[in-house]
């Protein structure tokens, strides 16, 4: 009987052992990247160049560097797109776009029809074969992190011109209560990074992916780092959405505070403040700067892109928006205006698909090139 206990335990472990094996040559070398965000431990996914993001010790997250799947990829220094020099080479005109899924251009797999490519090739079209434009737009930022990025990371680009196209992400973070929490920091809708813990169990490639699997072990889902820290128990933005989509609105915390009275409550005056630091920022290091009203598309039952409430506050962004360029002498353009709400150009009301994305281009490059902003640049270079 002993000897058939421990024949059994030998077996059992013997299977295992390969089966482990067998688990971990898949994870490492044929699961896709989704499936290595689920099942990875967060080593690997932080050693993973197949993952969107990668986490950055002042913003959080970044792009991943050198990150190539499909038809997209970014560059070596996490901006998508090819490859750009730095220091600039002299005759270099350089604009870089930042601003958060909507300058990534999420909804376009191929990097090559993202809106900032697409409108470096149209101004190339256009005469101006000196110009060079980065994507330097992160799903998910805000203007916080846009700000941060701008003084951190686009001032080493030595950009001629700056285009910011900030709105919609600032509006979760007014989604806040109570609004003591609605602060400057905007520690009500973001909390610092840190890596999950991991159980003892979870050291096991197979019982990782079985307790995954059974619920009892939280993944780090297909966003990575963004989602442990993209919302907080005082944000509620999320809690309208799923609502909102679902025909449940209101319910929760909405019996209490209507979604309207929370924005009303929480105004755009840390949008205002961030967006006048990136002025600043520009003009102290001589870089010229505009900005665009952010555009939607009600035509989509979502509650980001059709809702009373995120209808009411992007009006409210693209009025603050405007009065910035007007009290700095900045240039605006008036995108929300001009671009069509067609179902045509959009993927769901608030990216735009790649036709939208192309028809996006040709309007900045249109505008770019009416207000003279290259010219001006360059005779004030000259000069």
């Known amino acids: 009987m002993k000897k058939k206990v421990l024949l059994s335990i030998v077996s059992f472990l013997f299977t295992f052992f390969l089966v482990e094996v067998a688990a971990r040559v898949w994870l490492n070398n044929f699961a896709s990247a989704e499936q290595l965000s689920y099942y990875g431990t967060f080593e690997q996914i932080e050693a993973s160049q197949e993952l969107l993001y990668t986490r950055h010790h002042y913003l959080q997250y970044i792009l991943n560097p050198n990150y190539e799947v499909g038809e997209n990829k970014h560059n070596s220094l996490g901006y998508r797109g090819d490859e750009i020099i730095v220091p600039k080479p002299e005759g270099i005109y350089r604009i870089v776009a930042i601003g958060e899924s909507t300058t990534y251009t999420s909804s376009v797999e191929d990097y090559h029809l993202s809106y900032p490519n697409q409108l470096q090739e149209i101004l190339r079209e256009a005469g101006y074969s000196f110009v060079e434009v980065v994507n330097a737009g992160v799903p998910a930022y805000s203007s916080w992190e846009g700000l941060i990025n701008l003084e951190l990371r686009v001032l080493d680009l030595e950009p001629d011109l700056i285009i910011v196209y900030h709105g919609l992400n600032d509006i979760h973070s007014r989604f806040v209560a109570p609004s003591s929490a609605y602060v400057g920091d905007n520690s009500g809708s973001r909390t610092p990074y840190s890596p999950p813990e991991e159980s003892f169990w979870d050291h096991s490639t197979v019982l990782r992916i079985l307790r995954t699997n ?10 990575g780092f963004r989602r442990t820290f993209e919302y907080v128990e005082t944000n509620y933005a999320e809690q309208f959405r799923n609502q909102y989509n679902q025909g449940t609105y209101p319910s929760g915390i909405f019996t209490e505070i209507s979604a309207m009275t929370m924005l009303e409550n929480n105004p755009p005056v840390y949008f205002e403040r961030n967006l006048r630091s990136m002025v600043a920022i520009a003009k102290e290091n001589n870089i010229s700067i505009m900005f665009a009203t952010f555009a939607l598309s009600p035509n989509f039952e979502d509650a980001r892109a059709s809702s009373p409430e995120y209808l009411f506050a992007i009006n409210q962004h693209n009025e603050v928006i405007e009065s910035i360029c007007e009290s700095h ?12 709400i067609d179902e045509i150009y959009w993927d769901d009301g608030r990216h735009l698909n790649e036709k939208g994305a192309r028809l996006k281009a040709e309007l900045f490059a249109e505008f770019i090139e009416s207000e003279g902003i290259i010219e001006q640049d360059l005779s004030t270079n000259n000069n």
């Open 214 to 223: 059974m619920q009892i072990r939280q993944p780090l889902g297909g966003l």
């Open 329 to 340: 002498n900045v240039p605006c353009y008036d995108f929300a205006k001009d671009m069509p």
